[in-house]
């Protein structure tokens, strides 16, 4: 089987792409990367040598560039991670989601029907989608499968346009499509945008820890591995044109998992207990931020047999250690362009 993988040097296609590397040797793995400023060939340094891998640079949104690699490498099956990731970018500057998370799909859509559609059989295109396409919760409540969409920023909403073009090139050309919605992620080679990163960066660093609001707001965490583990169950037994929720059943007041990293990072680095805790620094809330989200992954895991491997604490002490162990990779992505992001996200208010 040849398999495009897209934004496989990014966070979780890095980890994903490596998973399949490793576990199907029988696998050819195209990655194609655009190679942005969260893509990052240091991410896959690792496997780029391997005789299933390939890389290929190239944009998701060129419609030729997209046929010839098809052609060329007779890709069988894709799975679809490129996109623009980070919400606070989308708000800042939407178009840039609309042009590669809703165009790009449908680009790769139309070529893999054009491509596949003599014979349909045996290939299939894996969407990987978020959690923030259901909306926001209160206090209560859980997303499922066939929760209402309601998208709310101009992330979610790219995404979300991505899933229904997914879904309409599935019922009206027959693409046999699979799609799988995820919790926020955490673990090695995430972008310092994000709010694990970014705190353990800034605590490292002793910089202030920019809390967006009162710090109330609800995440449900997983461990990038097992979201790779997760996507390769769902490839490989997921029924066409079903959905399939991700989730760590593992719910984080932004606050309570700010003072757990805080606590976790300062021992790592022989601080006293709590020491850092002083550099939290209440700022602006995003616009629109999005209360609560919490997934329900039964049927994941009674159709398909998926539980997440990691216990939290786990999980976040092996993120801790890999930032720890790899000040070089932190070095290179947070120099250039990245200052200036700061500089706009968070300039005024922390300095
Ligand atoms: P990321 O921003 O780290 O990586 C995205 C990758 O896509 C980068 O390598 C980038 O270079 C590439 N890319 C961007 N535009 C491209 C284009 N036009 N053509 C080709 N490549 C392009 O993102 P991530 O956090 O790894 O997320 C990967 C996918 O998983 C996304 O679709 C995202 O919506 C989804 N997702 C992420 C999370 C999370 O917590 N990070 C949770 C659920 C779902
Ligand atoms: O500086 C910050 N301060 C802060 O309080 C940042 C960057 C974030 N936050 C808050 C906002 C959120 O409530 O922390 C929470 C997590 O923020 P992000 O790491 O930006 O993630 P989120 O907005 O929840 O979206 C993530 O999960 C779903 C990913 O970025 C998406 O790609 C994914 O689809």
Redesign the pocket.
Known sequence: MKILITGGAGFIGSHVVRHFIHKYPQYNIINLDLLTYAGNLENIKDIEDAPNYTFVKGDIQDIDQMRGLFTKYEIDAVIHLA?E????RSISDPFVFIKTNVLGTATLLQVAKEKWQDNMEGKLFYHV????VYGSLEDTGLFYEDTAYDPR?P??AS?ASSDHFVRAWHHTYGLPVVLSN????YGANQFP????P??INNIINEKP?????K?I???DWLYVEDHASAIDVIFHKGRNGETYNIGGHNEWR?ID??KLLIKLTDAKLGRPEGSSEKLITY?TD?AG??LR?AIDASKLKDELGWVPSLQFEEGLGKTIDWYLENKDWLANVISGDYQKYYEN??GSAIG
């Open positions: 996109a990731s980070h919400v606070d989608s978020t959690d923030e920023s992330y979610s995404k995820c919790s926020n992620n945008e994000k709010l694990i970014l705190f820890l920019p809390v967006y609001g710090g707001n609800v995440r932004n998992l700010i700022v995003r931020h999005d989200y996200q968070y």
